[in-house]
């Protein structure tokens, strides 16, 4: 596709359930970045890849949240054992930059908002 | 370490009058900044960006910010809003650390 896509647009789960959330990105971009997106505030970062490489994980905020990335190309997130406080929308960018000019050219998908019963 | 404080939580306007959406940041290194727009349901998109060179940068949809580095400012400017215009700003930095620092957002409201 021409942008990022991820998937599903919404999530509902009751607590203590698994999830998987799916990003796309544009075809060939090396850096991939996830962001968590609370009710009325600003992304804030999560975990950062370059290819499938994850260079950065020091914005999960606990051992629930896991990323991959296994072939540099989609990326999973997966929080288990999902809480209350885990509901947010998930965004997920891409850049075809590596190094500190990437969020320069860095496309954002429409995110994944999840909704925790 | 960086942060990016965006002032006003809701900004109201009229159609066609002026605005001004105001954002300061904090690095300790040189800093690239940026606004985006986020639409309901929807993702971000690039506003404008400032890496170098002059301080005024023009953007899409007739925005324009003003990099102000003895006070740290990085303001959003449009001489004329639109309906359309309403959403969500959000300033960004990103100086040190690979990913972008958000500030916590403005709500634009262009009334008719």
């Known amino acids: 596709g021409a942008g990022v896509s991820q998937s599903p647009r919404y999530k509902v789960a009751k607590r203590g359930q698994d999830v998987a959330l799916r990003c796309d990105p544009i075809?060939?971009?090396?850096?991939l970045f996830w962001y968590q997106q609370a009710l009325g505030q600003g992304p804030e970062f999560l975990t950062y890849?370059?290819?499938?490489?994850?260079?950065?994980k020091s914005g999960l905020p606990s051992d629930r949240f896991f990323a991959e990335r296994p072939e540099g190309s989609v990326s999973t997130l997966k929080i288990q054992r999902t809480q209350q406080e885990d509901s947010a929308v998930y965004l997920c960018?891409?850049?075809?930059?590596?190094?500190?000019?990437?969020?320069?050219?860095?496309?954002f998908g429409q995110g994944t908002r999840l909704t925790v019963v | 370490a960086q942060s990016v404080t965006q002032l006003d939580s809701q900004v109201p306007v009229f159609e066609e009058a002026p605005v001004e959406l105001r954002c300061n940041y904090s690095?300790?290194?040189?800093?690239?900044l940026f606004w985006y727009v986020q639409y309901p349901n929807q993702g971000l998109q690039l506003l404008l960006k400032y890496l170098s060179g002059s301080t005024l940068v023009k953007g899409i949809n007739g925005f324009e910010a003003e990099f102000n580095k003895s006070q740290t400012s990085f303001h959003l400017r449009k001489p004329s809003v639109h309906i359309s215009d309403t959403a969500e700003y959000f300033c960004?930095?990103?100086?040190?650390?690979?990913?972008?620092?958000f500030g916590s957002g403005t709500q634009l409201t262009v009334l008719p």
């Open positions: 960018a891409s850049s075809p930059r590596q190094g500190r000019g990437m969020n320069t050219e860095a496309f």
């Open positions: 960004a930095v990103t100086g040190s650390a690979r990913q972008l620092t």
């Open positions: 075809s060939g971009h090396v850096s």
């Open positions: 890849f370059q290819n499938e490489a994850q260079l950065d």
């Open positions: 690095s300790s290194v040189s800093v690239y």
